[in-house]
């Protein structure tokens, strides 16, 4: 992908695309290099929430064995209104920009979106590692479209999300006591790697580590222009 979609129709034309392509899987290796993740916030300006031209707030952190390593951060205004499905138009382009805003290439990166649990089976997070050529997972709150129940285990423990029959996501428990998270398939990776790589990236906390730095600082990058 050379240019993000601007239109609906663009967007869904670029989504058959990257269907139709065959990437080769990534496997989580043992010795995991830099893990990036990027997120977006919003503020007060535009013409209002999930309107076109609402103030974005984009930032990516680069993370690696414990330890933070830098961020970078993008903003301006959203090019898109929200619209479900269609969540790339939206936010692709400054998530973008603030992941090639790291120093560092990194192994794999981490998206605040769904992946292969969309409607198209081609969400941000699928769009995003194409863009980036980078193996992607999604990571969120809930699932989109896919269900299935959440694990009753402990810390660890998954469960699978289907949709239609076929796995693209699953819940993932980082942390005894707390909601799970949900693992999508992304780009390049598939929805057992992706809740591999959450686990990977917990430490003791709901959020994978990467993907909390990133939303504190799209945060700040917020707090800095108010």
Same mark, same amino acid.
């Given at each position: ?12 034309? @670029? ?15 043992a ?5 990036? #993740? %990027? ?23 680069l993370?690696?064995?414990g ?10 205004? #959203? ?10 138009l939206? @936010?692709?382009?400054?998530?973008? #920009? #603030? ?6 290439r ?15 089976? %081609?969400?941000?997070?699928?769009l ?10 999604g ?28 796995l693209? &996501? %699953? ?22 790697? &992706? ?5 990977? %990236? ?15 600082a ?9």
């Open positions: 992908m050379t240019a993000w979609p601007s239109t609906g129709e663009a967007l869904e034309r @670029e989504e058959a695309l990257l269907l139709a392509s065959r990437p080769e899987p990534w496997p989580l290796p010795a995991l290099g830099p893990v990036a #993740a %990027c997120a977006v916030v919003y503020g007060r300006g535009g013409a209002g929430r999930g309107e076109a031209g609402q103030a974005a707030y984009a930032a990516a952190a993370w690696q064995g330890r933070a390593l830098s961020t970078a951060a993008a903003s301006g205004p #959203a090019p898109a209104p929200f619209e479900f499905g269609r969540l790339a939206r @936010e692709g382009p400054l998530l973008e #920009a #603030a992941v090639r805003r790291l120093p560092e990194p192994e794999v990166l981490l998206v605040h979106a769904g992946g292969r649990d969309h409607p198209r089976r %081609c969400g941000l997070a699928v995003l590692g194409a863009a980036l050529g980078l193996p992607t997972a990571v969120t709150g809930e699932p989109l479209r896919a269900s299935g129940a959440p694990p009753a285990g402990p810390a660890g423990s998954l469960s699978p999300l289907l949709l239609d029959g076929e693209v &996501a %699953c819940w993932v428990r980082t942390r005894g006591g707390a909601r799970p998270v949900v693992a999508h398939a992304g780009w390049r990776v598939a929805a057992e790697t &992706a809740a591999a790589l959450v686990l990977a %990236c917990s430490r003791g906390r709901r959020l994978p580590e990467p993907l909390r730095l990133a939303l504190e799209a945060r700040l990058e917020r707090a800095r222009s108010w």
